[in-house]
């Protein structure tokens, strides 16, 4: 088809150019608000500010030296929560004394109802991991080994997909663009690669920690992609001169 071969982004009508802008745009807005929603899911996993690899191994890792609540509660996300003096201690000698029901009903409940289950609730932010009964909690009272494999089934089946799309039509769009043949075939090759290792690394990473640097590369491979896909194609439909 050597007359769509030809075809430029700078030649299409007005009306199409705007439809493809406001597609980049908010395509891109969305990607900013997921990198916002990334940092502040993650960013305090290890307890202090800003998104570093130690939480990131934290949070598909684990911390296996202790359990899941404890790691929370102590030195993690969740001692923020807990500032009244005595609260914190008295559920982690909870859990070192056999985390007993009994103890639980007395005494631990209505720490956690206070504190955490506006959150930790089916309604709440926290709905997948509710703390509203006493066997609700013995789920998060063992060994921390990071994100369980269910919840990472559950992201990486929509994500997968969806960036998947994204990257489709970004890469529709650029493939009209004037830069080499060579040089397009790298930058819509490289997301779709980037993004199952994205995926597969997280879901290694439970059993190898290290391997969140390669998430941390994919990532930064779909970023740099999305960039390029996006700025040139804007750059050519508004600010480049026809020859």
Request: charged content about 15%.
């Amino acid at each position: 088809m050597p007359e769509l071969n030809s075809l430029k982004l700078s030649q299409l009508p007005r009306v199409v150019r705007l439809v493809l802008t406001y597609s980049i745009i908010v395509l891109a807005a969305g990607y900013l608000i997921a990198m916002v929603n990334l940092y502040l899911t993650y960013s305090l996993t290890d307890g202090k500010p800003g998104l570093t690899v130690d939480d990131l191994k934290r949070a598909f890792y684990g911390n296996r030296d202790n359990t899941r609540l404890a790691a929370k509660i102590h030195g993690g996300s969740m001692e923020q929560f807990l500032p009244r003096p005595g609260e914190k201690e008295k559920i982690l000698s909870w859990i070192q004394d056999g985390a007993s029901d009994s103890e639980y009903q007395a005494s631990i409940k209505a720490i956690l109802m206070q504190n955490c289950v506006r959150c930790h609730s089916p309604a709440g932010l926290q709905h997948f991991r509710p703390l509203t009964s006493y066997d609700e909690v013995m789920t998060v009272v063992q060994i921390d080994r990071g994100e369980p494999v269910g919840l990472w089934a559950r992201v990486a089946h929509t994500h997968v997909q969806s960036i998947g799309l994204i990257f489709l039509a970004l890469g529709l769009i650029f493939s009209f663009t004037s830069v080499p043949s060579s040089v397009k075939t790298v930058f819509v090759s490289l997301p779709f690669f980037a993004l199952l290792l994205d995926f597969g690394s997280r879901f290694l990473a439970k059993y190898y920690p290290n391997l969140v640097y390669l998430m941390i590369a994919s990532g930064s491979a779909l970023g740099l992609s999305f960039a390029v896909m996006s700025i040139v194609p804007l750059y050519e439909m508004w600010l480049k001169k026809n020859p």
